[in-house]
């Protein structure tokens, strides 16, 4: 369907969609901690938007609902807590070292192009007005679980936890307009249970191995593995000669 055919309403999805999935991109070149937590905000205004103009467009008042949960969670709660616990653990102003930055962009492109192919047969079958933006969403969703695979801070991978959230509640608005609200309301407040649980686990591992960093963990375990071997290589203070 050409983009000029369509009402107003489905062009401004479609926009407030694809500035979303450019959030996805913006926080998966992202090395500071503090722009990555506000790029993660802007991405649940975004869809909280979007929810409203779908909301519209297919006349689902629990739409609105669902709008004002995720600007609630996802534009003050999570990213109020984010940073408070940034600030707390001195890490507001860290920049991870990103391995590769070109390859990473290059590999969400090709994640986007897999999306819209998934998607294509989907949006043929599909008689929704928002059947548009399925694939942006499916590609929200794969570029959350891409930042999470290619960051090592703790927190950077709790965010693209969050993102890969935000794009499977993007796909059940724009492909079926909305979960059930109860069940909209129990993974709203399952999120905002599991942030304040990451909270208190970031604050563990800081003062456990002085560090978010997850490669950290990975060299640590490897040293321990050798541990035992160098202790037993070494002789009882009863057969030292």
Same mark, same amino acid.
């Given at each position: ?11 401004? *999805? @479609?926009?407030?969609?694809? #500035? ?6 913006? +926080? ?7 722009? #990555? ?16 103009? =779908? $909301?519209?467009?297919? %006349?689902?008042?629990?739409?609105? @609902? ?7 969670? /996802? =534009? *003050?709660? !999570? ?8 600030? /707390?653990? &001195? ?6 070292? !990103? ?10 492109? $090709?994640?986007? @192009? ?17 059947? &548009? ?14 930042? +999470? ?18 794009? !499977? ?12 609200? *109860? ?7 399952? *999120? ?6 990451? %909270? ?5 591992? /800081?003062?456990?191995? %002085?560090?978010? &960093? ?9 040293? &321990?593995?050798? +541990?035992?071997? $160098? ?11």
């Amino acid at each position: 369907m050409e983009f000029a055919s369509l009402s107003l309403y489905n062009q401004a *999805i @479609i926009l407030f969609a694809a #500035l979303a999935l450019f959030t996805s991109f913006v +926080m998966l070149a992202q090395a500071r901690m503090m722009p #990555l937590i506000f790029t993660f905000a802007w991405q649940g205004l975004l869809l909280a938007v979007v929810s409203v103009l =779908v $909301a519209i467009v297919s %006349g689902h008042p629990h739409l609105y @609902i669902s709008a004002a949960l995720t600007f609630s969670l /996802k =534009v *003050i709660v !999570i990213p109020w807590l984010l940073y408070r616990l940034s600030v /707390k653990l &001195n890490m507001q102003y860290d920049a991870e070292a !990103i391995t590769h930055p070109t390859l990473l962009l290059l590999g969400g492109v $090709a994640l986007v @192009i897999f999306s819209y192919h998934v998607a294509q047969s989907i949006v043929q079958l599909s008689g929704l007005a928002t059947r &548009n933006t399925i694939a942006v969403s499916m590609a929200i969703e794969l570029l959350g679980m891409l930042l +999470m695979i290619a960051r090592k801070s703790a927190v950077a991978q709790v965010i693209g936890f969050m993102s890969m959230e935000s794009g !499977i509640f993007f796909a059940a608005v724009v492909s079926t307009y909305g979960m059930p609200l *109860i069940v909209e309301l129990g993974v709203a407040f399952d *999120i905002l249970v599991a942030s304040i649980l990451f %909270g208190v686990f970031f604050f563990h591992l /800081k003062d456990s191995f %002085g560090s978010l &960093n997850v490669g950290q963990f990975n060299r640590l375990s490897e040293a &321990n593995q050798f +541990m035992p071997a $160098a202790d037993a290589a070494e002789p009882a203070p009863g057969e030292r000669t």
